[in-house]
């Protein structure tokens, strides 16, 4: 099966709102984790700019974020799975990013970061860029440990099976 | 290069079993415990009870969040269509198809894992019996041949088979189901609970039940077997044992006898036989490390290498009596290839659920028993047999589309579960036919000089019309429970997707028409028998290794009775 044609058929990406072609898009990667931002497969300044995104996309409230969840270094992991095609056109949509509205991305608040990202996703598009990495940020925060063990409910061993409970005895979604 | 640094008689047991999957292990145990000397030939490593290593891993403990890198795909281009078999957490457990090769006249997805214990450890475990609707089916039908079984043959062996490996389940007193000996069953969900409820009192020819599944629901028993822990990691191998597999179950209790040895790295190039005696006399071995040949003798001989092998290994024994191979005068061996067809279904969401979940991931869905054919009124005009669902209902998660877009509101959203939804995917009964078949090239060999396999086999008209049906009803029970959004859905299903593979050595009265007689023994051949789901006439709906098993355990039972009275 060709590589497009599996991932259509898995659930595993095929979350967050993702469109068809979005996902398609998408291929996860991340053989280590690399401590340096310096190694980082798309460069310190995109990785450091996507730790930005992540966590405007998934921000720290009462559990932590997609920044702290190192979710930017597991998107930089994913982009070593993309085709040269899709690198270069994500390596523009980062800096597309960067540059903003007249304010570059870096210097606004979270509130002008939110606005502006939505400002993208609003442009629409099969392969909108605020989609994707919104996709890859769900994914990357809600398998991670913290994602995981902290956001939602994580019961390694349930040791038993209750068919039907109320949700408030668990309060948030099963994370496995 | 046929030769044994030993001499004969360290080569020689009262039994050969060819393999150590679901059936090769049953054999093993059965004939270990009535005191025969058993070796076990089994191609792929060794892996003892408890060897798996990621069974208590996370998503964040493995490469690559648990996929594989497009590098790594590229061992595994055909065990990969199957869209969930092959991780990180599960690679280990199945073959390289860059090492293990096979040809495609046309599409055939076939999935396995070479390693003690086969596919036993990476089975979907679901459990059901094949009835007298199914085993009289062809002969009712005038399609390929009888079965020389019925139920009554089998029942015993079933009770037998299905206590000692533990199946959880329900008895529903369906006809083309049997009831069986059931542990607790895993019981139903509140949405699956509404939907049974529903088809129940809409639908007078339908019921849905729990799935039948080889899990361990109470303590005790079963040689100290642990029960669920309801984690649903079970392809990972269960460090409980609470699902049956040869490895926590059938071996272990071979070795307990001291009857048993094992060679792992050892593949059977062929059955030696005599033209004097008219019997099998052992097995030529090829060892995967040294590329050596070895001879092993026995007074019998069972093979369970899996439909495909099996057949490939009955095809490659050449002799004068046997020029096109061992048993094969029929010209039936490598033929009538079948699988289930699967893949298609329908899902729909419900309301009215929002304040219920769950705790524990079962490792089971729901079973809907097969309601066409099965009597004068549920005849269907065109197509014969029919299929059964299996499914469940869930909540959505994370992945789901979000109405938050960014944000603090984005992350409480996708904190929360989802809508629930269900779905029902049906599998469908594939008819024998002659020309779906397996042929060996020996154009093309694999690393060992073995032939390879070529697969030439195609669902027909009889499945193709039974898929529209497998649709449409799942639409029709989803809506008439009141569930919303239901969408039909159809995707690729390649023979050899169910990993299903039977047929290839069928059962039947005639060695004329078939390979093997109703013992499973070679009809010419009487001391090999074929247990395995090569042996299977026609494929029925069910998930047939349940049905493996107990005729493993009758033949091995006959095997055994017939050594005493030195019939063989």
Redesign the interface.
């Known amino acids: 099966m060709k590589r497009r044609e599996a991932l259509k058929t898995s659930a595993f990406l095929a979350g967050c709102g993702l469109s068809a072609g979005t996902i398609a898009a998408i291929v996860s990667g991340c053989q280590s984790e690399p401590s340096l931002y310096p190694d980082a497969h798309l460069g310190e300044d995109h990785v450091r700019l996507l730790g930005e995104i992540v966590e405007t996309i998934i921000p720290t409230t009462d559990t932590p974020g997609a920044k702290a969840a190192e979710v930017h270094l597991f998107i930089d992991q994913v982009s070593t799975q993309f085709t040269e095609d899709e690198l270069v056109a994500f390596k523009a949509a980062l800096d597309e990013i960067d540059k903003g509205n007249g304010k570059k991305f870096a210097k606004m608040s979270s509130e002008e970061r939110e606005e502006y990202l939505l400002s993208i996703e609003a442009k629409g598009g099969d392969k909108n860029p605020y989609n994707m990495l919104r996709g890859l940020t769900c994914q990357g925060y809600f398998t991670s440990e913290i994602g995981a063990t902290k956001a939602l409910a994580y019961d390694p061993i349930p040791g038993e099976y209750k068919p039907c409970i109320e949700l408030s005895e668990v309060g948030k979604a099963w994370a496995l | 290069m046929y030769f044994n640094s030993k001499g004969k008689e360290e080569v020689t047991y009262d039994a050969i079993v060819i393999g150590s999957g679901i059936s090769g292990g049953w054999a093993a145990k059965e004939l270990a415990e009535k005191g025969l000397s058993v070796l076990i030939l089994e191609r792929g490593g060794p892996v003892k009870h408890g060897d798996y290593p990621t069974a ?1 891993l ?3 403990d493995v ?5 594989l ?2 590098e790594e ?1 590229k061992d595994y ?1 055909k065990q ?2 199957t ?1 969930y078999t092959v991780s990180q957490f599960t690679k280990h457990f199945w073959v390289k198809d860059t090492e293990h090769p096979y040809h495609e006249t046309k599409p055939f997805d076939w999935i396995r894992g070479y390693h003690v214990g086969g596919r036993s450890l990476l089975w979907g475990r679901q459990s059901y019996r094949h009835s007298d609707i199914d085993f009289s089916a062809n002969a009712r039908e005038g399609v390929a041949v009888d079965w020389p079984i019925r139920y009554a043959d089998v029942a015993p062996w079933y009770d037998y088979v299905e206590e000692y490996i533990g199946v959880s389940g329900e008895n529903v007193g369906h006809p083309q189901t049997p009831d069986g000996k059931f542990m607790p069953k ?5 949405v ?2 509404h939907m049974a409820t529903q088809i129940g009192k809409k639908f007078n020819d339908r019921l849905m039940m729990p799935g039948r599944v080889a899990h361990i629901t109470t303590p005790g028993g079963h040689n100290g077997r642990g029960t ?5 990691r079970c392809i990972r191998g269960c460090p409980f044992g609470a699902y049956f597999s040869s490895n926590s179950s059938t071996i272990p209790a071979a070795e307990a006898t001291g009857n048993l040895t094992i060679r792992t790295h050892s593949i059977a190039h062929s059955i030696l036989y005599n033209d004097k005696t008219q019997k099998a006399t052992g097995v030529q071995v090829i060892d995967t490390e040294t590329k050596e040949s070895h001879e092993f003798f026995s007074k019998i001989v069972f093979v369970n290498a899996s439909a495909l092998p099996t057949a490939s290994i009955l095809l490659n024994s050449k002799s004068e009596r046997f020029p096109n191979g061992l048993g094969n005068d029929s010209g039936e061996l490598g033929h009538n290839v079948m699988d289930h067809h699967f893949h298609i279904g329908a899902r729909g969401q419900i309301d009215g659920f ?9 490792p089971n869905g729901i079973f809907i028993p097969r309601f066409r054919n099965i009597s004068k009124g549920s005849k269907m005009k065109d197509f014969q047999r029919g299929y059964g669902y299996q499914g469940g209902a869930s ?1 959505t ?6 109405e938050a ?4 509101a ?3 959203e ?5 809508a629930w939804g269900m779905g029902l995917t049906g599998f469908g009964e594939c008819l024998p036919y002659h020309d779906n078949k397996m042929v060996l090239r020996y154009d093309k060999l694999d690393k060992w000089g073995l032939p390879t396999i070529d697969l030439d086999v195609e669902w027909k008209e009889n499945e193709m019309n039974m898929r529209k049906d497998m649709k449409s009803s799942a639409a029709e029970m989803l809506e008439a429970a009141g569930f919303k959004n239901i969408n039909e859905y159809e ?1 690729r299903s390649n023979p050899g997707n169910g990993i299903h593979e039977m047929g290839t050595a069928r059962m039947g009265k005639d060695s004329k028409t078939s390979v093997l007689n109703k013992w499973n023994q070679v009809h010419t051949v009487k001391n090999v028998y074929v247990t395995d789901g090569a042996c299977m006439t026609s494929a029925a709906n069910q998930n047939p290794s349940l049905t493996y098993m107990a005729l493993t355990a009758r033949a091995a039972n006959h095997a055994v009775s017939e050594l005493k009275k030195l019939n063989l």
């Open positions: 208590a996370d998503t964040w490469p690559n969040r648990g996929r890198t497009e795909w281009p990969r269509r869209g895993m019981p139903l969900n509140c699956e609970d669920c822990q309801y984690r649903n929002e304040d219920k979940y769950f705790k524990g991931r079962r909540r998660s994370w992945y789901r589309p979000a877009k960014i944000g603090k984005l992350k409480e996708l904190i929360q579960p989802g995707d």
